[in-house]
């Protein structure tokens, strides 16, 4: 099996697993959020949490069925 494939077939069962963890975690009652962090020119560096789209969410959560 090429690389590519191995890194391809990983990454399906880490999206899947992922997706299942952010389902339990709506179940139990919790937002799911992104941290995001910008790094100005100066160096200096902004933490920010944000929604995610409901595409996105939607795409993650059909990955989970």
């Known amino acids: ?6 890194r391809e077939r ?25 941290l995001r962090t910008i790094e100005l020119p100066d160096g200096r560096r902004i933490q ?3 929604r ?3 595409e996105t969410m939607s795409e993650l959560m059909g990955a989970a069925e």
């Open 1 to 6: 099996m090429q690389s590519a494939q191995r």
């Open 10 to 34: 990983a990454d399906r069962g880490s999206r899947s697993a992922r997706a299942e963890r952010v389902r339990e975690g709506i179940d139990a009652g919790l937002e799911v959020m992104t």
């Open 48 to 50: 920010i949490l944000t």
């Open 52 to 54: 995610p789209r409901p």
